[in-house]
């Protein structure tokens, strides 16, 4: 895959993603920085994909309850249509109030499930993503990183989703695309290790948005 250029902003608002393996602390550690943003008074939304939306809740539900059998050419389908109406109905709406929209998960999990996990043939993976998303790409996304096996090991046993259920081979190669994706585009992407403290953790996100958007807000 080609090294992305900066995404440009047609948009008065931030956006920023947060990617990583399953366990890597990723929904945490959002909840404690949008308390953060609050107290600052930052205008901000956090959401996710897929789920973001009420249509995307039901996709949610169809993609990630286990028992189900979901082809992967039906699940990325699925991931796109979420991520279609995501865009749409809640993530370029705030963007263009100016708010700045926290996003956990979006086209790079796609990448990294889908096409390293999955092994679907990544134009097909890029085209999609550029038809459900209009372009739009995130000035920052954030991947915390850990072992495959550390993070399916923070997950309570009889909690497991659909994916998380999986075989080890399959985190394997999310991992390893993710990995792959921050190293093709070190400009838009900063790596944090997951397996710090708590505290570490958000340290490390504070000041990875501090440095990246110190002209527009402070998170101290």
Do not use: W
Request: hydrophobic letters at 40%.
């Amino acid at each position: 895959m080609a090294t992305a250029t900066k995404p440009k902003r047609n948009y008065p608002g931030t956006f920023i993603t947060l990617e990583g393996p399953e366990g890597a602390g990723k929904t945490t550690q959002v909840k404690l920085l949008s308390q953060k943003l609050d107290s600052l008074g930052i205008a901000h939304v956090i959401t996710r994909d897929p789920g973001g939306t009420p249509l995307g809740k039901q996709i949610r539900r169809i993609l990630l309850t286990p028992g189900g059998t979901v082809s992967p050419m039906a699940e990325l389908l699925l991931y796109q249509a979420d991520r279609a109406q995501h865009v749409d109905e809640l993530i370029m709406p705030a963007l263009m109030e100016g708010k700045l929209v926290i996003c956990d998960r979006f086209i790079d999990s796609t990448v990294a499930y889908q096409g390293y996990g999955r092994g679907i043939d990544m134009e097909i993976i890029k085209t999609l993503n550029q038809m459900s998303t209009g372009g739009l790409l995130p000035e920052l996304t954030i991947l915390f990183d850990l072992e495959s096996e550390k993070g399916l090991g923070r997950l309570h046993p009889g909690g497991h989703d659909r994916l998380e259920r999986e075989a080890i081979e399959f985190h394997h190669k999310v991992r390893q695309g993710y990995l792959k994706l921050a190293e093709e585009e070190p400009q838009r992407f900063s790596i944090i290790d997951a397996t710090k403290a708590l505290s570490a953790v958000q340290e490390d996100l504070r000041r990875i948005i501090i440095e990246h958007f110190a002209d527009r807000f402070s998170i101290v």
